[in-house]
């Protein structure tokens, strides 16, 4: 795709893998897998609209084939099932193919967003599109991006006001480069498994962890952890792609019809992560007694400079210097 045209893919000579045809012909069949599951996932939401609008719209001339939950495996099962042209298009996390595709390592930058509308801003222009396009290096082409979140704090201790409040505090560690930034704002790690985690912060082991607040609620954190501050430190999206030469074959027509259909189905799951987002934050005040709080600017600046340092180097080793400063140099447009 041309940069800053989100919904345009270079013509190519039409062919067979074009359109699969099934039943006498009659019908383009459009599989797309996901690992996710749940019905009220906002992703789960939007693959449907995408589904019931390209049969609707389409007056049944396109059948679209929904495989979610992992029915035809994981989310690295799905991009090989894409790669081949098994499946048309399936969602997959950048971070789980950044060995393949090193640019999308970039997405692993500490405070590389100012907020979600940042975020978004970047997702839906041109920087966005030159992560979309990285896929094409696998026979691959991003075509929508369905945000999950942003990580953050939580601790039993307090709220986090100034990098002194940190000092000390106990979290979980679990990857080098996680541990390497949080030691450099004075955390101390704790290499505590996932399963481990709930009741090694009830018995007060450690202070704390740093995650999803869809992960801090389904977990019952909120049980054993009382202040949540929002340092969206890290940004996490799926990607939607799909089979590059499936999707370059189509009759242009078709192509644009269902790239239009993307973009109604990628803005719902925006729309509806946030505003799930923000009920849960209400229902965990209301419910369970949580306390949020913001970093002040000055304060997450200084962590930005800090953590931000540490991650860059690591991704730089595995993406390279003139990848990272083109996708930071988006990042910044989109300010």
């Known amino acids: 795709m041309e940069k800053g045209c989100r919904r345009s893919v270079g013509r190519v000579a039409h062919n067979s893998a074009g359109r699969l045809r099934l039943r006498g012909d009659d019908k383009q069949v459009i599989r797309i897998s996901t690992a996710i599951s749940g019905e009220t996932s906002p992703t789960i939401q939007a693959l449907k609209l995408l589904q019931q609008n390209i049969e609707e719209k389409s007056n049944g001339e396109m059948e679209v084939q929904l495989f979610p939950a992992g029915q035809l495996g994981n989310e690295t099962d799905g991009i090989d099932q894409c790669r081949i042209g098994d499946v048309h298009m399936t969602t997959s996390n950048p971070m789980n193919i950044n060995t393949a595709i090193p640019t999308l390592a970039t997405f692993d930058q500490y405070f590389m967003f100012d907020d979600m509308d940042h975020a978004l801003r970047f997702c839906n222009g041109e920087g966005g599109q030159y992560i979309l396009d990285a896929y094409n290096k696998q026979g691959l082409q991003g075509v929508a991006f369905f945000p999950l979140g942003f990580r953050n704090l939580t601790n039993n201790r307090g709220p986090i006001e100034e990098l002194s409040d940190l000092k000390g505090l106990k979290i979980r560690g679990y990857n080098p480069i996680q541990i390497a930034a949080w030691e450099a704002v004075g955390c101390n790690l704790s290499s505590v498994t996932w399963n ?48 590059q030469e499936w999707l370059e074959g189509l009759d242009p027509e078709d192509r644009e019809f269902i790239l239009g259909e993307v973009e109604i189905a990628e803005q719902f799951q925006q729309e509806e992560m946030i505003r799930q987002t923000n ?3 209400k229902q965990l005040e209301e419910e369970h007694g949580t306390q949020f709080n913001e970093l002040p600017p000055e304060t997450f600046q200084e962590m930005r400079e800090i953590m931000g340092g540490i991650t860059e180097e690591s991704i730089v080793g595995i993406c390279g210097q003139e990848a990272f400063d083109t996708v930071m140099a988006y990042v910044d447009e989109a300010r």
């Open 196 to 243: 481990e985690l709930f009741t090694a912060m009830q018995q007060k082991l450690i202070d704390g962890q740093e995650g999803a607040l869809t992960s801090f609620s389904e977990s019952k954190f909120y049980e054993v952890q009382k202040y949540v501050t929002l340092t969206q430190h890290a940004f996490s999206t799926d990607i939607l792609v799909a089979n």
């Open 279 to 281: 009920e849960l934050m």
